[in-house]
């Protein structure tokens, strides 16, 4: 079992940075991937960042690429999530997950956070 609480998420301006956190409780924090995605009102759950149990391999939805850096600290059972560049249309709910296998598919992560705001104001 594992339980996973979000954190920094808040109002930002267009242009700006937030660093979100997502800290597990539990055993084993580096044999899961960790995964983040977001939620705006009115649509599905998209995927945003994944990354391997030890950091080897990440990847990025598209529209994030080159603004958004996903890390992980193991010793401190934390993956984060850099939000730079920040736009409007990434205001979302924003959530962490825990997986055995790296996947983009929401409906394979088996532990999930409660979430976090991020807004971005124009």
């Known amino acids: 079992q594992v339980q996973l609480v979000e954190s920094g998420g808040g109002l930002v301006q267009a242009g700006g940075s937030l660093r979100l956190s997502c800290t597990a409780s539990?055993?084993?924090?580096?044999?899961?991937?960790m995964g983040w995605f977001r939620q705006a009102p009115g649509k599905e759950r998209d995927f945003v960042a994944l990354?391997?149990?030890?950091?080897?391999?990440?990847d990025y939805q598209d529209s994030v690429k080159g603004r958004f850096t996903i890390s992980r600290d193991n010793a401190k059972n934390t993956v984060y999530l850099q939000l730079n560049s920040l736009k409007p249309e990434d205001t979302a709910i924003y959530y962490c997950?825990?997986?055995?296998?790296?996947?983009?598919?929401?409906?394979?992560?088996?532990?999930w956070g409660q979430g976090t705001q991020v807004t971005v104001s124009s």
């Open positions: 990354i391997s149990q030890y950091g080897s391999n990440t």
């Open positions: 539990g055993r084993a924090f580096s044999s899961y991937a």
């Open positions: 997950a825990a997986d055995r296998i790296l996947s983009r598919r929401p409906d394979e992560y088996d532990y």
